[in-house]
């Protein structure tokens, strides 16, 4: 009987505190990062064989890449994270076994969206590897070892909020510290606060997408030079995640507002990158068609921005946003993360 897994992770919004999930910033002073999983995801399909190769199709992308099954793969320029996962996988849980199936994945978001969709990718590849191999990981595991792929096999520059977000799923208050020490805290909100909440936003989609790896290699740079100005914006993101958590449990959605604003001017003081001329203008155009605050979600440089308004406002504001030829959502919260299941075909 032949089988296939599937497998999903949701995707993220940064509500605060963003950046200082890095290392060279939380190993020195601890992070702290507050966001949320939406109704959007990272999709995975997994289909063993016993052809003696490995195929990977980004449908979303366009792109397939094919090899001779062995221990070690070379890592792909095309499909890093892909050969990356497998070689992991294999050294770590196979005894270096090669493997031989189909894994074939796409995303709701494009690449660069700010809503991490690699690194939920990346747990989204992992949770179908956890199904099919029967492998003792937990969520924690799942997220430390989709942040190692990332950071130290592959090499790319990153914060940690987002492979937690997508494994644990819903609203998520996370501590980070040195040594590796990471605490996960769900937040039990209100079910009145969470649909005022999903009332009050909407995304839109800048049409530019960015590099983040880049925006945050200068904001490492900055904290590791030991740069004031941009330790300081993190010391006040920190803050504003603190303030902004408390808001969000007691349903006081002035002081929400306020924390997103107040983190969005202290995260465009991390790095000359994070914002320019087009993020700004958007900015302002949102200010004056009904939004009280707004942030670009992720590392900043494009992507999608985070509008909050009143939900009286949410329809005039999203005929202006439409207006400019981007994409405009409004997505609901989702409480459950990645999530893997098999089916057996006779």
Known sequence: ????????????????????????????????VLNATVDMYAYCTLEPNESGKVVFIAADLDKREEYYASSRLEMSKTLPLHTGIYNRIVSDFCQNKSLSFTLTTYSDAPAGSGLGSSSTM??????????????????????????????????????????????FGGFNFMEFYENERVIVNPLRLKRWIRNELEASLVLYYTGVSRESANIIKEQIEHTQKGDNKNIESMHELKKQSLLMKEALLKGDFKEFSQCLRNGWMAKRNAAASISNSFLDELYQFAMDNGAESAKISGAGGGGFMMI??????????????KEKNGIVLTPSFTEIGTQAWTIYNS
Request: charged letters at 20%.
């Open 1 to 32: 009987m032949k089988s296939l897994i599937r497998s999903k992770a949701p995707l993220r919004l940064g509500l605060a505190g963003g950046g200082t999930d890095i290392a060279t910033y939380y190993n020195m002073y601890g992070g702290n």
């Open 122 to 167: 990346v747990v989204a590849i992992i949770k179908a590897f956890v199904e099919w191999l029967n492998l003792p990981l937990g969520e924690y595991d799942i997220a430390a070892l989709a942040y190692k792929i990332e950071r130290e096999d592959i090499g790319l520059a990153g914060g940690k909020q987002d492979q937690y977000a997508a494994t």
């Open 308 to 321: 909050y308004c009143n939900p009286c406002s949410r329809i005039k504001l999203i005929r202006a946003l």
